[in-house]
């Protein structure tokens, strides 16, 4: 993996992608179209606890300089294109929000483009994809591509389509391609020849379906996460992301790592209930 890069690029990934090859990335990136989002409300509480299972986090610029602190240890991905809010008829008409030059002063170890293939604006996220690659180029930065739907694309989280926009990250350079899973998810490893890491999308119902999704991801090649949601905001999110790193890091099979979380889970609920403060305790205070 890697073989045919600079000396600066491989030590930049070797952030993200850790000795055995796999890769836990924490994605807080979310507001950057969506802005507040549950869960992710105050970037630096949020993540606090979650930093010792995460290899890495992927986020945007303005995130970095006030939410985290620049001796936090951790390799970080930033998000380079963007443009667009949640309120937009639809969020594909994107544009460099990041020059490598910037993401390099902020010691990135990535940054993170978007192509909307097939969308209104499909040529001009390509483009973008294509431009940041030349750039970082200049600098041995890696780059990340991530094959993005938005509104009108939310039905294409299938295999054929997402193959084909995997392909086309890795063909313009992208030395990382970040994609959704999906059924028949061999295919898009067997197409696409760079990494991939795979989103985790909107939460799940349970616990067990994240960690089947992280488990089947890898089990059919994917390399890791680049997860969110489902951690974030999660009841228990320093459990599930300790879970997910274990499926990924530790070989942890679905069950046992369910095993691992639901324990994690007890002993959380247990120390917030030593620490509840009831009703009762508030009429017995007033005793005093
Ligand atoms: C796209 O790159 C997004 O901004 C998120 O980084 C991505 O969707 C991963 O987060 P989640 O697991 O919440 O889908």
Aim: glycine fraction near 8%; charged fraction near 25%; proline fraction near 4%.
């Amino acid at each position: 993996m890697f073989e045919n890069m600079g000396w600066g690029k491989k030590s930049r990934l070797s952030q993200i992608v850790k000795s055995d090859g796999r890769a836990v990335m924490l994605a807080i990136d979310h507001g950057y179209f969506m802005g507040s989002t549950h869960g992710m409300e105050r970037p630096a509480e949020a993540i606090k606890n979650l930093l010792p299972y995460v290899d890495s986090l992927m986020l945007s610029p303005g995130i970095v300089r006030n939410s985290v602190k620049p001796d936090f240890g951790k390799g970080m991905v930033l998000r380079a294109s963007g443009g667009n809010t949640i309120l937009d008829p639809d969020i594909d008409d994107e544009e460099i929000i990041l020059p490598a030059e910037e993401a390099v002063k902020l010691n990135a170890s990535a940054v993170a483009v978007s192509i909307f293939v097939g969308s209104e604006h499909s040529h001009q996220t390509i483009m973008n994809l294509t431009d940041m690659v030349n750039d970082a180029s200049q600098f041995d930065l890696p780059v990340l591509g991530v094959t993005a739907v938005g509104k009108a694309l939310k039905d294409k989280k299938e295999v054929r389509y997402l193959s084909h926009a995997s392909r086309l990250a890795a063909e313009l350079g992208a030395d990382i391609v970040k994609t959704y899973y999906c059924e028949g998810f061999e295919e898009i490893v067997a197409k696409t020849p760079v990494p991939i890491v795979v989103a985790g999308g909107p939460k799940l119902d349970t616990y067990e379906d994240v960690l089947t999704l992280c488990y089947n991801a890898i089990q059919m090649g994917a390399i890791g996460v680049d997860m969110g949601r489902n951690i974030w905001q999660s009841d228990y999110p320093a459990a599930i992301v300790q879970g997910v790193n274990a499926v990924i890091h530790k070989n942890f099979k679905v069950k046992e790592a369910l095993e691992l979380v639901e324990s994690l889970c007890n002993e959380e609920t247990k120390r917030r209930e030593d620490f509840l403060v009831t009703a009762q305790d508030i009429a017995d205070s007033k005793v005093h």
